[in-house]
């Protein structure tokens, strides 16, 4: 059956659910969402805060790896996508971190004019409802709610006091002012469960007649009539192939890895790669895929041997609190906790975000330790390497090939050391020096530079951040224009983290959301000051 509308979307991530909401606020104007995931986003390991790496390697996960990474030993890392509705806000750690001014001043610095923080904090406010209420950097009524952890471990406060001791300043809000410093986690959750985009945003549009979601349509390409966008070819989920028309836009909010690969499948790309791939070129656009960014991360762990950590979160005892009160470690999002630091004298701002979870987390979650252990984690969140993504293969089932180049840059390779060496600083100062029991990972057998080096090269992952693979800017390697449009592209545009010029100094969910809320407006032809309300979706 036909499906046509005014704007056709592809992709229910935290950015598509955004549109899709905000778009169809009007009810003269028709919008269509297209899913490949048949997830409704209500399953127990998306909704229970504590499951999220119980999502890994599920049908909820597009489980993707990188090539073999040149700075991490030619290791494949994986990078798990969310697959269903609200995308990866229904499967990440629901850390709500804005990042800094700065990222976004940069973004206005590279290109993209209206992007810096004050084109952009308005959209910050108006998605947020804030469980600390309203204040010069916080807003209430928005629909994504935003609220402190529920229930920390008490080991949690140990850790903010024992970074203290290190030298690490307390604050009271990382996304203020000030970034720099020890604080709780913010989290994307109501009443101690997940609240994704979907939820948030797509749940109460999905009420309006306007509205059409479809789930398990697997988006093969997109429609083009010359050097205009028409629509999207897509087949549902019995493998039958279907045209989406779109009378105004097509909206590409599939992600980072996502969206380049449909432009690339649909012609729109470096022409001589895409013949190579067997695609024939339509529209030659050297930068699809280039600029792609994540945030290394590593773990260092340590038994505790009094225990108090997240290994107790099954027990039935814990089970019946959350059934019953929506408390207890089920409602961590084991992440309870941040420190924000910099590797060396000099810099502007943080490189390092240390993410302290009660638990034992290594290998994304999913080894397990006979006992109770706590992680810091230092991550690298101003990396200075850049990769790419590319296909190899018109075949739209074929995952696209994506190389980070983690850890290349000497001096990333370099902050993530000396993120280890004030991991072990926190852990031997404060309480810690009394709580802390032995050190598990890296392990006492890596001492100097060299060696501490190497186990970052062997061990280190991603955070699951891919950011930049359809930047935003006016020089020809730019992919979209600051209005989202694809360049030499009518009636196209991308809105989702592949946008980003640079990835802000931080977890890139609260951000993908902003950028969901800003192009909605671009779309409208609204301003940044636009203040109508939207009571319908609160």
């Known amino acids: 059956m036909p499906v046509s509308a005014d704007y056709v979307i592809v992709g229910a991530g935290s950015a598509g659910c955004v549109l899709a909401a905000r778009l169809s606020e009007d009810p003269a104007v028709r919008v269509v969402l297209l899913e490949a995931g048949t997830s409704k986003g209500r399953h127990p390991l998306i909704t229970v805060p504590a499951a999220f790496a119980r999502q890994f390697h599920t049908k909820l996960d597009w489980d993707l790896h990188t090539d073999p990474e040149p700075g991490c030993d030619e290791r494949r890392l994986y990078s798990p996508r969310g697959k269903g509705l609200g995308g990866s806000s229904a499967m990440n750690a629901m850390l709500y971190v804005r990042g800094r001014a700065l990222d976004y001043d940069l973004w206005e610095a590279q290109g993209a004019e209206g992007w810096g923080w004050d084109g952009v904090r308005e959209y910050f406010l108006r998605s947020e409802d804030n469980a600390r209420g309203a204040s010069a950097d916080h807003a209430v009524g928005g629909p994504l709610r935003v609220e402190d952890e529920r229930s920390p471990r008490p080991v949690t406060a140990q850790f903010l006091q024992s970074a203290q001791a290190a030298g690490i300043p307390r604050i009271a809000d990382y996304n203020g002012p000030e970034q720099d410093g020890a604080a709780l986690a913010q989290v994307t959750q109501r009443a101690g469960r997940r609240w994704s985009a979907a939820d948030a945003y797509l749940r109460p549009a999905m009420k309006r007649p306007n509205l059409e979601v479809v789930r398990g349509a697997q988006v093969l390409g997109i429609e083009l009539d010359g ?62 895929g280039e600029n792609l960014q994540d945030h290394p991360a590593h773990v260092c762990v340590w038994d505790l041997p009094g225990g108090g950590s997240l290994a107790d979160a099954e027990r039935p005892a814990a089970v019946f609190e959350y059934l019953a009160r929506r408390t207890g470690p089920l409602s961590s999002s084991v992440a309870e906790a941040f420190a924000f630091v910099r590797s060396r004298p000099g810099l502007p701002a943080a490189d390092i975000q240390f993410h302290f979870a009660p638990a034992y987390f290594v290998d994304h979650g999913a080894s397990s330790y006979n006992g109770h252990a706590m992680t810091i984690g230092p991550v690298l969140i101003a990396p200075r390497s850049r990769g790419r993504l590319w296909i190899d293969s018109p075949d739209p089932a074929r995952p696209p090939r994506f190389v980070t180049n983690a850890l290349t840059e000497p001096e990333d390779l370099a902050a993530m050391a000396a993120g280890v060496k004030v991991a072990r600083e926190i852990a031997r100062s404060g309480p810690f020096a009394q709580t802390a029991g032995r050190e598990l990972f890296p392990g006492p057998d890596v001492q100097d530079d060299a060696d501490i080096e190497a186990d970052v090269r062997r061990r280190v992952e991603l955070l699951y951040h891919p950011v930049g693979t359809c930047r935003i800017g006016r020089d020809e390697l730019a992919v979209v224009d600051p209005e989202l449009r694809v360049r030499g592209v009518d009636g196209l545009r991308v809105a989702d983290a592949s946008v980003m010029p640079l990835i802000p100094g931080g977890n890139t969910n609260a951000p993908a959301i902003m950028i969901g809320e800003k192009a909605a407006d671009l779309v409208r032809g609204l301003g940044v000051a636009s203040t109508a309300q939207h009571a319908d979706l609160v």
Do not use: C, K, M, N
Not at 250 to 273: F, H, M, R, T
């Open 227 to 288: 050097t205009r966008a028409t629509g999207v070819r897509y087949a549902d989920a019995r493998g039958r192939e279907h045209v989406a028309r779109a009378g105004a836009e097509v909206i590409l909010s599939a992600g980072a890895y996502g969206s380049p690969q449909l432009l690339l499948l649909s012609g729109i790309g470096p022409a001589d790669a895409l013949r190579a791939a067997g695609v024939t070129p339509r529209i030659d656009l050297p930068g699809v």
